[in-house]
């Protein structure tokens, strides 16, 4: 015979989303730590008197037992492990963590346990939590995201001529998967000017350990440009546009006025 999964099982995850269902229930999308992304049905939580409504919110880490049903598992049980409260008190960190979410969301499919994604994600959320160097933490998220799922750019030689890069200014395409030198680079309608030094910060993420990296500030004229390239790759992995960079700038622009 061959291998069922249990009808009931525990789970640890972060809820990525929900989404509303019949006239009680809602839908959620679940990163867990056993079986990866998965989907699950929250009987009766939008009722007044739920117990599992305030553990069921996006990107709270939540301990899960769960019932497997025909299509949608089913939570039976849910109690919070980490809230992670700072972030919901600060608009700011708020927009960053739902980027978070979003990002792993868009780039994962239900294919089983990731161990190494499921880390990721909750070690950004408690690190996004007490770091003062949030968009240090966003930006090592992004490319140590893109290692895992595959996409790791090339920054060392030109994706075209496979020379080593040099200290100047270089281009970097999308569809060539990373680093074009000048000579190939130049007017390519596909590839893009970036500065020596926002491609050094980059480099640096790429092969720097988080606790290399936890207490660097990126200079603001770096920072912006190493964002819209970084924005503008995941796009094209994506074939569009993520949702939360417009909102996580709408937010940052509030706060300038």
Not at 134 to 161: A, W
Not at 205 to 229: G, H, T
Request: charged share 25%; hydrophobic share 35%; aromatic share 10%.
């Amino acid at each position: 015979m061959g291998y069922r999964k249990p009808r009931t099982f525990h789970a640890q995850a972060v809820v990525l989303r929900h989404l509303e269902f019949s006239e009680a229930d809602r839908i959620l999308t679940l990163f867990t730590r056993e079986r990866g992304k998965i989907k699950a049905i929250a009987k009766g939580v939008r009722k007044i008197r739920s117990r599992k409504a305030g553990h069921l919110e996006p990107f709270t880490l939540v301990s899960l037992y769960l019932a497997q049903g025909r299509d949608l598992a089913i939570i039976t049980q849910a109690e919070t492990v980490n809230a992670f409260i700072n972030l919901r008190d600060d608009l700011t960190h708020m927009s960053y963590a739902a980027y978070i979410v979003e990002l792993l969301d868009r780039f994962t499919y239900e294919e089983g346990e990731d161990r190494a994604l499921y880390n990721l994600l909750v070690d950004t959320l408690k690190r996004l939590e007490i770091s003062p160097n949030s968009k240090t933490v966003i930006h090592y998220y992004e490319v140590r995201l893109l290692d895992l799922l595959g996409f790791r750019p090339n920054l060392q030689t030109c994706s075209n001529c496979g020379e080593p890069i040099q200290a100047e200014n270089q281009y970097f395409t999308a569809k060539g998967g990373g680093i074009y030198c000048p000579r190939c680079g130049k007017n390519r309608p596909n590839a893009w000017p970036v500065t020596m030094a926002a491609l050094k910060y980059f480099r640096y993420f790429q092969r720097s350990k988080y606790s290399q990296v936890k207490d660097f500030a990126i200079p603001d004229e770096a920072e912006k440009e190493l964002n819209a390239l970084i924005e503008r790759y995941l796009t094209y992995l994506l074939e569009r546009g993520l949702n939360t960079p417009q909102f996580m700038r709408d937010v940052n622009r509030h706060k300038g006025d």
